[in-house]
């Protein structure tokens, strides 16, 4: 089992940039893949970006591409995502999420185990 506990979120102005943490516990971290998704504000939870178990893989979605970047300290059970360039539409709460299968998704029913959320705010 992992448990997950997001970090980081704020108020930001367009443009600007926010570095989100997720601390994760429990002995499956190294052998889970990670991602990050978002839930805009009477939306649905929509898939951010993606990391293998290594680190060497990683995915996005196309409108965070070039702007977002997800990365992975197994030593340190950290899964992190920097946000550069921000803008409004990016507004949501974030939440870090694990995947214990072997096959690369952006399904949010295929993740197994999701922390509570930050909010990341974007003021034009």
């Known amino acids: 089992q992992v448990q997950l506990v997001e970090s980081g979120g704020g108020l930001v102005q367009a443009g600007g940039s926010l570095r989100l943490s997720c601390a994760a516990s429990?002995?499956?971290?190294?052998?889970?893949?990670m991602g990050w998704f978002r839930q805009a504000l009477g939306k649905e939870r929509e898939f951010v970006a993606r990391?293998?178990?290594?680190?060497?893989?990683?995915y996005y979605a196309d409108s965070v591409q070039g702007r977002f970047t997800i990365s992975r300290d197994n030593a340190k059970n950290m899964v992190y995502l920097q946000m550069n360039s921000l803008k409004p539409e990016d507004t949501a709460v974030y939440y870090c999420?694990?995947?214990?299968?072997?096959?690369?998704?952006?399904?949010?029913?295929?993740?197994?185990?999701w922390g509570q959320g930050t909010q990341v705010t974007v003021s034009s």
């Open positions: 999420a694990a995947d214990s299968g072997l096959v690369r998704t952006t399904l949010v029913r295929d993740y197994d185990y």
């Open positions: 990391i293998s178990r290594s680190g060497v893989s990683t």
């Open positions: 429990g002995r499956t971290f190294s052998s889970s893949a």
